[in-house]
């Protein structure tokens, strides 16, 4: 089974604060993803990679940063945490190629920013 | 361009039947995905649709239109752990997902 963890699932941070969420995948996987989930907007892409040192902007990347060092891990960093990012936060990853293949998806992180 | 739409909320009885209707429009439309979330966890995969037609999975089914950019998850003898929020998302050919807002799902006795 594919297994995606992110390294915490509620974190509490202050305004101003640099936050970093980590994604980690066993699977192989080209491609990553983050999103943040908020009630009626559902699941908008902040980043995604398809490739180790690749990183493409998705709908909603003000604020946030990524990297990716290793094939299997994915980091999302807010530079300056502010109160509008406090979210749900999914990690997921999906295997390359089109189709069938669906994106797998990690526990998530709610954070709050104070 | 990508857009998505589903119901907000629904409520329906256990045993029933209940069908979540999804409307995209997709450029270079790829495929449909649902995926079911419960509250505080993690979406997981339901189905997939590329073609016209019914994909059936016990009780789920999932049914898509291309010529009318219309999909409805088909949910079966209704189980009071169905209740949950079911996302539609679309893929095009750049593999690009855009999710709708979810369709959360009451089950009641």
């Known amino acids: 089974d594919v297994k995606v963890t992110q390294s915490s699932r509620y974190l509490v941070k202050r305004t101003g604060e640099k936050v970093f969420l980590e994604c980690v995948q066993d699977m192989d996987h080209e491609n990553m993803f983050w999103y943040r989930q908020d009630p009626g907007l559902g699941l908008r892409l902040i980043y995604f990679?398809?490739?180790?040192?690749?990183?493409e902007k998705g709908d909603i990347p003000e604020g946030y940063s990524v990297s990716r060092e290793k094939k299997e891990r994915f980091s999302l960093i807010l530079e300056s945490a502010s109160t509008n990012q406090t979210s749900m936060y999914l990690c997921?990853?999906?295997?390359?190629?089109?189709?069938?293949?669906?994106?797998?998806f990690g526990p998530g992180t709610r954070l709050l920013v104070l | 361009g990508q857009n998505i739409d589903q119901p907000t909320e629904m409520t329906a009885t256990e045993g029933a039947i209940v069908q979540i209707n999804c409307t995209y429009q997709?450029?270079?439309?790829?495929?449909l995905f649902w995926y079911q979330q419960h509250a505080g966890e993690a979406p997981t995969f339901l189905s997939y649709?590329?073609?016209?037609g019914l994909e059936e999975k016990g009780r789920f089914s999932s049914f898509l239109s291309r010529s009318k950019g219309y999909s409805y998850l088909l949910l079966k003898e209704l189980q009071m752990k169905d209740s949950a929020s079911y996302l539609c998302a679309s893929e095009d050919y750049g593999q690009n997902f855009v999710f709708g807002p979810g369709t959360r799902l009451s089950v009641l006795p």
């Open positions: 990679s398809y490739d180790v040192k690749m990183k």
């Open positions: 649709n590329v073609l016209d």
């Open positions: 997709t450029s270079g439309f790829n495929g």
């Open positions: 997921a990853s999906r295997g390359a190629g089109t189709g069938k293949e669906t994106q797998y």
